[in-house]
């Protein structure tokens, strides 16, 4: 049985080409009760592989975390299969709002502890007691009432480039830096105010939820499918849209533009730009916002130092990356030193 990937992400790319066809990118998560993670992540690869679906899917005991590419044609047998297996019949489907062929160019289905890294202890909790869900409409309704506290449960490189009118962005690097920041900087309102949050396509806000009404919230809601269903939303029944600029993707695209306002600053020269990159040099890997123009002059890398290893010939930068675990600075997100125009 093949259950890893056989080809290369440039020999994938070759053959999406090649076949010109349309490609969606989806992404869905479901919390429940897995027995045995391991013996699901093998049947999902051997079923979505004959499918030719690409992606990045968590599993774990707790459920399923997964964003992915798959064959338009293919969109049917993909939803009955994803109905066949109980506690996946009809979970909702995050659709991007802008697509691209090559959003993934390779089906990584892996076993993890967590579904999302939260660093909570889930026996401490009841996890199924969250937070009201609330449709694009309503969530417009919440976040102009003076009693309502809008949080973003996402990590500053994500807000950075794009985030709701008046919304509270925590500067953390992590999901799980934001729980306690978040809960010690609203102690003061766990009864008077409606702590209202939203995320990317939901999930951190549903564990989120559960976690603040444990702590004392009273009145918790949360924004049913994230950024992703709310502008679905929003177009659909032609309402007033109050995201401002892009919303940060998981997937090569790196952003959907939910707006035509540009809130973020190229981290090297500072003129208005909310485009995220990689830097070049792959010992490096940085991301971070980088503007046609300072990609032109950096040659797509983040400092002088890595322009210069990612100008050697590429033989003699593995050799330089030999022995040498990778960067942590992939992590940092946007912090690095060298980016004088930083956050």
């Given amino acids: 049985m093949q259950l890893y990937n056989t080809l290369s992400a440039k020999e994938r790319e070759a053959l999406i080409e090649e076949a010109g066809k349309e490609r969606l990118t989806i992404s869905f ?13 093998n049947h999902l690869f051997l079923a979505w592989n004959d499918m030719e679906v690409l992606g990045r899917i968590y599993v774990a005991h707790e459920g399923i975390n997964a964003q992915l590419s798959v064959p338009a044609e293919n969109f049917n047998v993909f939803k009955e299969h994803l109905d066949s297996i109980v506690f996946l019949e009809n979970v909702r489907l995050n659709i991007a709002i802008e697509q691209d062929n090559k959003s993934f160019l390779k089906l990584k289905v892996k076993v993890r502890d967590k579904i999302v890294a939260d660093g909570l202890n889930d026996d401490t909790f009841d996890v199924t007691n969250k937070g009201i869900h609330v449709g694009a409409e309503q969530f417009n309704e919440l976040i102009e009432d003076e009693n309502t506290v809008l949080v973003d449960m996402r990590n500053h490189y994500e807000s950075e480039i794009g985030h709701f009118k008046n919304a509270i962005t925590p500067d953390v690097d992590t999901f799980r830096d934001s729980l306690d920041i978040i809960e010690q900087d609203l102690a003061e309102h766990k009864e008077d105010k409606k702590l209202v949050m939203y995320c990317t396509g939901g999930i951190r806000c549903e564990k ?4 603040y009404k444990h702590k004392g919230f009273k009145n918790v809601y949360q924004l049913e499918g994230g950024i992703i269903e709310y502008t679905r939303q929003v177009r659909e029944k032609q309402l007033e849209n109050k995201f401002l600029g892009k919303n940060f993707v998981f997937d090569h695209r790196r952003g959907e533009r939910i707006s035509e306002d540009v809130i973020a600053h190229c981290h090297q020269c500072g003129k208005p730009c909310d485009t995220h ?27 002088v130092d890595c322009m210069e290893v990612h100008a050697l010939p590429y033989e003699e930068q593995k050799e330089l990356r030999k022995g040498k675990g990778a960067s942590n600075k992939i992590f940092k997100k946007g912090r690095s030193p060298v980016l004088k125009y930083k956050k």
Avoid: D, T, W
């Avoid at 027995?35 to 992540?41: A, D, E, T, V, W």
């Fill in 208 to 211: 989120a939820s559960a976690y």
């Fill in 277 to 303: 990159v990689n830097c070049a040099n792959e010992a490096c890997h940085l991301l971070f916002i980088q503007c046609e123009e300072c990609a032109e002059k950096m040659n797509n890398c983040c400092s």
């Fill in 29 to 41: 998560y479901q919390y429940a009760r897995i027995g045995n993670p391991q013996i699901l992540r």
